[in-house]
DNA sequence: ACTTGAGGTAACTAAATAGTTACTTGTGAG
DNA sequence: CTCACAAGTAACTATTTAGTTACCTCAAGT
């Protein structure tokens, strides 16, 4: 190690950080290998001796970024709370995570579009494993008599999802709607708000508040 | 005209056809021009000869497709039903669109990703022109004591939309969910009942049914 | 019959781009 | 000091691909 080695690691991350940015940006396709060298400050051939091709890149990219999924399901295991204020917590905690990782959101985007070449099995189910205590927080509140017991834990986990990421990915419908930045911190918290408010009254037996 | 005017037609009409399953399919960047030809059984020239340049071909394409979803709003006006009726009858309409014009979802979801070159001027506000009778709709439910005050249109479509596409578009998550082929008409209609439960008991002050 | 011009073909060109090769530099161990 | 070797550079190659050029074919009007 020493200065060598830290070298080394800079221009590793730097790679990835760049690579990141770009490949979210225009795609595995779209993203060009030498905009990536320059953008690091890089020597193009560098890439290729740290991540053999432009795929492999792509896919610690990928790695790296889905790994921030994984980490973001231990947060909501805990908590004494009700079902339903646990539920808010973990549409809350799910939302401002997409709204703060856009690279990954492009990414996840991308990946669904090409289908997922070998990359795709890198994120079997993440979602699935994002939310692990969902699907408690849901038979809790079941049994309690909070939640109506005909609506479909998978189902409400797409739509949770499909709520939070179509405010985050479609902007030309939202300016065409608004006509103003809608990403600003006051109209994420509103858009929020209403996601809780529809899953809220859309799953509850009856709102008190 | 004749004979010669009909291949003419014909031929310009399959490379339409063809460049729109491949552009859904690839998008702009990743769709090759040979390949567009050799699937419409066209010589490469022809191409250019009707359409000038890929990328006049993808707009061409595109402006297509988005006049579907144009030709969609006039359905929805009619009708002397309830509001909440209303509502359901434009969900479903809108969600069987999205469902039964694959390649229009994933021409879209291009879109959004490559930022709309020159294309992105095609669909100023096209769901709002689409769903013109949703406000209509939305206003009469408030002032008739159905549908919730406190519930903000523009959301709502945002809302709509998200809950349609996010099934239809996510393939590799449902998978993960459910383990089995989650577009067949069962599965379909299982998939609309729960949006519109969920947007029903969303906005409605209370449900009978 | 024959000319005309649009519909059609195949082989080519120029530019872009992933990946390589042969070379140079600088640092730490002996 | 100097040797070994990883880090880094620049110029090159092979391939892919959008777009063209020069040529051919055949149905319709005269």
Redesign the interface.
């Known amino acids: 190690m020493g200065g060598r080695g830290n070298r080394q690691e800079d221009t590793k991350e730097r790679l990835l950080f760049c690579a990141e940015r770009i490949f979210a940006q225009k795609?595995l396709?779209?993203a060009r290998v030498d905009e990536i060298a320059a953008e690091a400050k890089v020597n193009k051939r560098m890439i290729y001796h740290y991540y053999q091709s432009k795929e492999n890149l792509y896919t610690e990219v990928l790695k790296y970024n889905f790994g921030k999924i994984y980490a973001l399901g231990e947060k909501v295991f805990d908590s004494a709370a009700s079902p339903l204020d646990n539920l808010c917590i973990i549409i809350r905690e799910y939302f401002y995570f997409l709204a703060n990782n856009e690279n990954f959101v492009?990414l996840l985007?991308?990946?669904?579009?090409?289908g997922?070449k070998q990359a795709?099995r890198l994120?079997?189910?993440?979602?699935?494993n994002a939310m692990p205590g969902l699907r408690k927080i849901f038979k809790d509140g079941v049994s309690q008599g909070q939640i109506r017991p005909?609506?479909?834990v998978?189902?409400?986990?797409?739509?949770i999802?499909?709520?939070c990421?179509?405010?985050l990915?479609?902007?030309?419908?939202?300016y065409?709607?608004?006509r103003e930045d809608m990403v600003s911190p006051v109209r994420l918290e509103?858009?929020l708000k209403?996601?809780i408010?529809?899953?809220l009254?859309?799953?509850a037996v009856s709102i008190s508040e």
């Open positions: 795609g396709d779209g492009r985007s991308w990946e669904n579009l090409y997922s795709g994120l079997p189910g993440y979602l699935k005909d609506v479909d998978n189902q409400l986990i797409i739509s999802h499909g709520l990421l179509v405010y990915t479609r902007r030309e419908l939202l065409s709607l608004w509103e858009r209403h996601i408010n529809l899953v009254h859309g799953v």
